[in-house]
């Protein structure tokens, strides 16, 4: 059965600019969550979406975004990039969230 | 706030020995635990997971205990082999589905 995968594995974009990331869930998943990793902060959560809606968020401003569509496949964007954006952005897929997840080998975005 | 955090950011052990990897939470509400380990590269790969009416779970080479009075978790790996090498994540979930994870701690095995 296929992991999960997530596109593009590099990005590097200027400030102000806007960007969105992919991520395919395991077969049969319908949970997916988006984290950001970065040396300071570590793996925070950022949202996590369940058959297309958004069920939860976690502490990020609202250029952070994200949808999921009908066959559970998932993106989320950043707008107006900063500098701080810069990061490993992981994404997880579970078959119902808060149970075992799998993690693609994420997008490492610069912001330059 | 409520938090989960790691008592140690680096452990170094022998080849062949056993390691231990602590982890402390605060969310006496949290209800399922999980271990990860990242190699440099990759994405978090699950390695363990334990909910809150057990103490203990078993895997293949590993252990997890979990003490609720103290609000401790750790993760055993019996005879420790270099591919062990990596940062190893303690993760709680609640209600709300959200992970959140510890500092991490770097395992280094010396052959």
């Known amino acids: 059965k296929a992991g999960v995968t997530q596109t593009p594995r590099y990005l590097i974009k200027t400030r102000g600019q806007q960007v969105t990331l992919s991520c395919s869930p395991i077969?049969?998943?319908?949970?997916v969550s988006w984290y950001q990793q970065t040396p300071g902060q570590g793996l925070q959560f950022l949202f996590e979406?369940?058959?297309?809606?958004?069920?939860n968020k976690g502490n990020f401003p609202g250029r952070f975004s994200g949808r999921q569509f009908s066959n559970s496949r998932s993106e989320m964007n950043v707008s107006t990039l900063e500098l701080g954006d810069s990061a490993l952005y992981l994404c997880?897929?579970?078959?119902?969230?808060?149970?075992?997840?799998?993690f693609g080998q994420g997008t490492r975005l610069t912001v330059v | 706030g409520e938090s989960v955090g790691l008592h140690l950011p680096t452990l170094s052990v022998q080849e062949g020995d056993n390691s231990i990897i602590n982890c402390a939470y605060s969310?006496?509400?949290?209800?399922?635990f999980i271990w990860y380990k990242q190699e440099s590269g990759k994405g978090p790969q699950f390695i363990i997971d334990?909910?809150?009416?057990?103490d203990k779970r078993q895997g293949q080479r590993v252990t997890v205990l979990l003490n609720k009075t103290v609000k401790h978790l750790s993760l055993q790996i019996a005879a420790t082999q270099p591919g062990d090498s990596a940062v190893y994540f303690c993760?709680?979930?609640?209600?709300?589905?959200?992970?959140?994870f510890g500092a991490g701690t770097r395992l280094t095995v010396k052959p």
């Open positions: 979406y369940f058959s297309e809606t958004q069920r």
């Open positions: 077969s049969g998943h319908r949970s």
């Open positions: 334990i909910r809150s009416n057990m």
């Open positions: 969310n006496s509400a949290s209800d399922y």
């Open positions: 993760a709680e979930s609640g209600n709300n589905n959200d992970m959140r």
């Open positions: 997880a897929s579970s078959f119902r969230g808060g149970t075992e997840a799998f």
